[in-house]
């Protein structure tokens, strides 16, 4: 198995620096960009996964992150940025990033949210081609939904929020699992997050959104799905 690759995408030198450093001490192949057109430029080499920064000189971090989802480039990437608010977070997550990370960030917890966004990509997928239940198909392959027939277009959290539930029926899953294995990490300022992604899964996919079927909420616990 190759060692892992990993792009570095920051302005501001000492971190960029110590990131480079500690990388390259555990191993990782890195290379490091200091700006959106860098970091276009550096991706023809194809990382395995892109630490990316938002304030960059020549605009923000996120265009890096739209380049790629747009031409369906599944790279990981995990956004730095000292905008901590919730509304940044979602918006980066919702935007395609793996995981969201604020600054400032202690270098060994970084290191860990790296090992994991490489863990799970590693890990084999299920091997069920589709989901159904109702008038909804699922294609985990296609990555597509199509409800009665008709393709149903989702955020990539949505469908991978959906595809988490689905695949372990009649089963609670707590908000804070779902964090942890959807989002990709044990701690985030509120779970409101969830809950927005559940409510817009549950207007393309539920016959009434008012009484959902097969999205439940479990109060004050979390959600179930039932097929």
Request: aromatic share 4%; net charge positive; with cysteine.
């Amino acid at each position: 198995m190759s060692t892992p690759s990993i792009l570095v995408v920051e302005d501001e030198l000492s971190i960029q620096r110590g990131l480079q450093e500690q990388l390259q001490r555990e191993g990782y192949r890195v290379a490091v960009a200091g700006s959106v057109a860098q970091a276009l430029a550096a991706l023809t080499a194809r990382p395995d996964l892109v630490v990316l920064d938002r304030r960059l000189p020549d605009g923000d971090g996120l265009q890096v992150l739209h380049d790629l989802r747009a031409r369906g480039d599944r790279t990981a990437v995990i956004v730095l940025s000292a905008r901590g608010q919730p509304d940044d977070r979602v918006q980066g997550l919702e935007g395609g990033a793996d995981d969201y990370v604020g600054k400032p960030f202690h270098l060994r917890a970084r290191l860990a949210r790296i090992k994991a966004v490489l863990q799970r990509r590693s890990e084999a997928p299920v091997s069920a081609a589709t989901i159904c239940f109702g008038d909804v198909v699922l294609d985990v392959g296609a990555r597509v939904l199509r409800c009665s027939g008709r393709v149903v277009e989702l955020a990539r959290m949505e469908f991978e929020l959906l595809l988490y539930l689905a695949r372990q029926p009649g089963r609670t899953v707590s908000r804070n699992e779902l964090l942890d294995r959807v989002w990709g990490h044990d701690r985030f300022p509120t779970t409101r997050t969830i809950d927005y992604h559940v409510l817009a899964l549950r207007k393309k996919v539920e016959a009434d959104p008012a009484a959902p079927r097969h999205l439940v909420t479990v109060h004050r616990v979390g959600y179930r799905f039932d097929p």
